[in-house]
Every structure is written in C-alpha cells, then in structure tokens.
C-alpha cells in the first residue's frame, strides 16, 4: 500500500517535471525542405462544379465534406509532423488542386491516414471518396479500384551514405538493400535484383536508422520519397538518381464511378496547364525544373 | 517471501555471506562495466549527441508524448471494460447446459483465442476500419481477444467453487440465474482477480500495436517524432521508460488488490466482488 | 498471382513461424528456467537481479523489446552472420526468448511453491546441495504442475512471434501482408487463412499439452 502510494507520487512529480519544465515552441527539425519557407499555393475553388452523374461526388457534395485517403508517414508526400494535426506534403497539395476543381474548399477536406494494406479496402468500403497516397497504378489494382492520373510518375532509386559507391542498382550484387515488406519496391528487388539481399520493416525511418547504423547498404523506394530523406539528412545521405522503374502514381478511386473519374482527371489536366501542379510540386518537393508532367492516361 | 523457497537452503553461514558480499561486489563492476559499454558504444554511435535528445526538452515534444501515452490507456482501459464484459458472457455460454448454446460458444471462443491478437486488430481494421475507425479497431481486436481468455479464467474460477455453494443455493430456493449471479460469480471473479489482473496487464501491452492501425497512439507519436528528428532510438528509449512506468502502477495496483482480497477472502462476498471488477 | 503462388507464400510463411517460434522456445524454456532458479536461490544478488529483470522486461511491450533488439544490437557491434534475414531471425528470436522467458519463470516459480515443504527439507536433510536440490527434486516436479499453464505460455509465444513480422521476418503475418499488397480483392479470404494456419498451429501445440498433462501432470 505504502509502496504503491509512493510509486503513484513518484510517477506524478515525473509527470509534472516533464509537463512543467517544457521549452515553448517546436524544436527544429534538421533542414526541412525548401518549400518550408514558401508560401503555401492556394487553389481556385470551382464553386459552379456539377459531376451530378458520379454518385461519389454527389455523396461527398451533400456531406459538404469530402473523404480523402493520404499517408502520414512519407516526408515531402504525405506527412504528419509531431504535435501537428495537418498532413502536408505534394499528395496533399495534388487532393487541395483536384478537390478545388470539384468545388470542394480545402477546409471541407477530410484527411483519413491510409497505410499501404488498406487503401483497396478503404475504398472498397466506400466510406472514402479518392486516396491520394503514392499509390501506384497497376493492373492487378485496377480490377479493383479505378485510378485518374497518373500525376506524378516516381521511379524507384536507392539512398546511400554520402560516401557510398553505390551508383545504381547493379552495384546491388551481395549488398544489404532496405524497404518496407510488401511494397512494390520491395518486391522489384526480390524479383529483379536477386543478388540483393532485402531487408524488409514496416516502416521507412526503421530502414533509415538502419542506414545510419550501417546495418544496410541503401535504402530504396520510389525517388520523392527519397528525395524527402536526403534533404532531412543532408551531408550524410545522397539519392543515386538512377530511377529503374517507372511508378506512376494516381488517385484512387472507387470502382465503377466513370464520372468521377474524368472530373479528376479533367482536374488533374487544369491543374497541369494552368500551373497549379507546378505550385504544388516546388512547394512540397522543391525544383521543378527538370521534371515532367506526366500525361494523364484516360483508359 | 513464502516458506518453500526458504527451506531450499540452508540460512547462510559466516563464509556464505562473505561469498555473497564478494558477489554481489563483483556483479555490480560487472553491471557497471555492461552499462558503460553500451554507453560508450551509443555515444561513439551519436545516438547520445544532444541534437538526439534536445526535442524532448520542448514542452509541444512533450505534450504530444503525453497524448500518446493518454490514447493508449483509453484504448487499454475502454477494451479492459469491454473485454470483462465479453468474459463474463462467454464464461457463461461455455457453461450453459444446453449444447445448441455451449458448442458455438466454445467454437467462437477458441477461434478467438487461438489466432494472435494482431492479426484480430488487422483484420478489424481491413474489414471495418473505415467505418468504425482505427479506435475501435483496436478496442474490438483487443476485447476479443483478451475477452475469450478471460471468459476461460472466470470459467476456471466457477468450476473451481465448491459443489456444496451452488446445492445449498438451490436448496434455499435461488433460481439458476440467482445462484449464478449472487453465489458463483462473484465468488469465482474474486478467486481469479490476480489472473484478471495479469491479463489485462497483457491487455495493456498489446494495446502497444495500435499504432500498426494509424491509431495515434503512444508508439505511434514515438515513431513519428523519431522520423521528424532522426532519433528513432532516444525516442524509443523515453517510449519504453513511459510504458514501464505506467505498467508497473497497474502490476502494483493488482498486488495491492490481491493482498487486500486475501486479507478479506473470509468475508461475505455480494455486490464487493462486482465492484472490484469494475476497479480493474 | 493465383492461388498456387498464394499457397507458395503461405506455406514458407507458416515454416517461417514454426522456424522463429521453435528456437525462441528453446530458448525461452531453458533462460526461464534459469531466471526461476535464481529467483529462489540462496544468492541474494541473483535473486534480485532475476527480479529486476523480469519486473522490466515482462512490462515492457514485446514490440518494444523487438525493438531494442533488432536496432539497439547492432549499435553495440552485435550482429549475427552475413545475411540480414539471418540477423533479423536471431534479433526476433532473442527478443522472444528474453520476452517469455519471463513469464516461463514466473510460472515455474509459482509451481516451485506448491511442492510441499517437506520434499525440499528432506532434500537438505540428505545432504544435497542447492544446486541439486533444486534440478533433483524440485524442479522435476515444478514442471510437471505447471504444464498446463506452460501450455497457455508457449501458445502465447506462438502468437507472439506475428510481431517479427515488423522486424524483417518472413513468416504468416508478412506473408499475408505480401499476399494482400499485390490482391488487394482478397482482403478478407487472406484473413481467413491466416487465421485458420494460426489456429491449426495453436490446436496442434494444444493437443500436445493435453498430451503431457495427461502423462505428467501430479494433482495436488
């Protein structure tokens, strides 16, 4: 009874000394990405937007809310930063860019987190109305959900240690190559690269503390996602830059809605042309210079 | 500590203790000697730099930390109720005389216990997740689980009251419900209340992967700070130092609970044992 | 990927698990074992260092404990063979083994303590030492009291070993996982399965207990 008092009081002074003696404000992140200074682009709201043919948006029009799946756990993509209740990143810019043209304003966007096994039966279920979480389109998805786009074609590539000589996939032969167990990413090297050895985590940054810790030779996953490590861990980390396969990224939506389909792909296309997605991509992932806008593939 | 394990040896002798105290001596520099490597190496590693460990001095870093810890004991304490619910059902469906009753209840029962309690999350979180959230993905994944392990307990603790209570139950005229609620229950949830307890210590540290699930829960905010700072490792040592503690108050609070049950296992037991299970 | 694939992968997923929870087993019965014998033995140091260590490591989450495990060793130049699945499979293994050892030596200590004085006093009367009072006479019967709680420990284990799944392990969970990544239409068949190869595991290891128990088990 004693002891236990004295522990419940123990832990409360430890309670009280960790909220109490807090420095205000947010720590630093170690160099954030160049679009951290920019300013956020903003989005013309297409107010006369009629898809009254898609049931989606028919449903999400009526909610006045519309359901959109994202990572949080992908810097520069999809990504939550700590105490922050806002995803931010270019899939997010990319749903605010498509979700303007279908007359939906940024605050009427509900965000709900989708990890890579549950993008198919989010929507499936239907209670999400597009997933816009580096999802790449491929045929085995498409039987089960339909994609617009693709917005954005990443490539798959390797982060090393600065001073790696690791110039490309083919330098794989007996080194430790890391990623998350199941993505496709994991699964190209498993098929294509046997000589690699894979490590396979749930999560990105396990492979990344393994990276620092020499326990693997490289990481690797579709360029922005690396892109966004390198910038984070600038001086120690590097993107090879030889992208060996093509990922072309869509948003997700649920199957069988045509109409919904060619309003986010008529949007993505604006989008395209009129800017926008440049504005989004140099904000969330930084030059845009010498990167193409894929051609939106209407199948 | 209880008399067998002091009769196993013989109370030690002058030189015994002086063996002890050399002992003793010799474990602590080797104990010391372990800790000092392993700081050496984490520091030769920076992972002890002070830019790994500086977030944790900023009262949002800290805040969310205590978010964390917040959601996982409402996910442990919301599945805990439910799970002693699910128990108690169950128990009872197992021990139901009749077959069309006791069969599927024990089928339902033992697919629940048998397959681990992560993939019961998953699926719950595949099947439902989008309509009833990743809250109560976890909350349902962790009462079925834990809800058909205890049922197996609080069922052992019925069988385990004397034949004598429920016949002298009968006999005063209780009906089958009454003898149930008043007699055996009761008496059987005070029997098994350390086993409860243990496992819902277990409850507790299982809620651990809701973060597999997107729930925000203490390991998740763990994650995620580690991914914003680059410092997977000192985050997960403050996430660990947060979970024993809080498991250690709930270990605590079950051996004050079965000191005080045994002190009064004498007494009367009516609505108190009832009582006592809402407590846990 | 058709079903034969599918079969393929869950199949070296099931052996992946039978692998993982064989040596942690192993492990986890003979570093319980000794955790117990520390717990009541002369030594104060040991007993309380086996107390510390299970008061930690039995609250901390298995997760957690992989954790430390899988990320913590390989900062102390700890690492196991060439290959990383090898590493990985020791790091899990380890982490398991140190994990239910825990709950090995609590069971096993709470059979020590329903061995009736007599059998320990006698023990000594005859001379034997602790050492030998303990494997002799003591633990031999601890054991066979404590099969059917030892049962629910090792099924736990069982169970357990789906957290490696996050831990560079290939066994049923990531199996399943892979199998859901590429048939995203199958969700709730892949489920299933898994559940079933769990459950057809756990019934087998359950059959073997009611086995030893009927064999073994001293009523008292």
Known sequence: MKKLRLSIASVAIGLLALSGCGQGGTPDAPAEGDGAQAEAPEYTVNDSADFKDSKTWKAAKDAGELKVGVKYDQPGLGNVKAGSEQPEGFDIEIAKMVAAQLGFSPDQIKYTETVSANREPFLQQGNIDMVVATYTINDERKKVVDFAGPYYVAGQDLLVAADSDIAGPDDLAGKKVCSVDGSTPAQNIEEKYKKAELVAYDTYSKCVTDLQSGSVDAVTTDDAILRGYAKQYEGEFKVVGQPFTEEPYGVGLPKGDDAMREAVNDALQKGMDDGDWKKAFEYSLGSADDVEMPKIDRY | ?280 | MDFLQLLEMFFSGIWGTIKLFTVALIGALVLGTILAGMRVSPTPVLRIAASTYINVVRNTPLTLVMFFCAFGLPFLDIRFGATSSFNSFIYATLALTAYTACFVAETLKSGISTIPVGQAEAARAVGLTFGQTLSQVILPQAFRTVIPPLGSVIIALLKNTSIASAFNNRELISAMRNAIEVRGDLVIPLLFGTALAYLILALILGRVFDYLERKLVILR
């Open chain 2, 1 to 280: 500590m209880s008399a067998p394990t002091q009769v196993l040896f013989d109370e030690p002798g002058p030189k015994a203790r002086r063996n002890n105290i050399i002992l003793s001596i010799v474990s602590a520099v080797v104990l010391a000697g372990l800790i000092a490597f392993v700081i050496w190496k984490f520091a030769d590693a920076g992972q002890l730099d002070s830019a790994k460990w500086y977030p944790f001095s900023f009262s949002q870093i800290q805040l969310v930390l205590l978010k964390g810890m917040g959601a996982t004991l409402k996910v442990a304490v919301v599945a805990s109720v439910l799970a002693l619910v699910v128990g108690v059902v169950f128990a009872l469906l197992r021990l139901s005389s009749k077959k069309v009753i006791s069969v599927p209840g024990t089928i339902v029962l033992e697919f629940f216990r048998g397959v681990p309690v992560l993939l019961l999350i998953f699926a719950m979180f595949l099947i439902f997740g989008n309509t009833i959230g990743a809250f109560w993905s976890v909350v349902i994944g962790l009462t079925l689980y834990n809800g058909m392990v205890l049922a197996e307990i609080i069922r052992a603790g019925i069988l385990a009251v004397p034949k004598g209570q429920r016949e002298a139950a009968m006999a005063i005229g209780l009906r089958p419900g009454q003898v149930m609620s008043l007699v055996l229950m009761p008496q059987a949830l005070r029997a098994m209340m350390p086993t409860i307890i243990a496992q819902i210590v277990v409850l507790l540290k299982d809620s651990a992967l809701g973060f597999i699930v997107t729930y925000q829960d203490l390991l998740y905010q763990v994650n995620l700070i580690g991914r914003e700072y680059n410092n997977l490792l000192p985050t997960f040592l403050v996430g660990a130092v947060l979970f024993i503690i809080i498991n250690m108050i709930v270990a605590g609070i079950a051996r004050w609970l079965e000191k005080r049950l045994q002190r009064k296992s004498t007494a009367p037991v009516g609505a108190e044992g009832l009582s006592a299970q809402t407590a846990a």
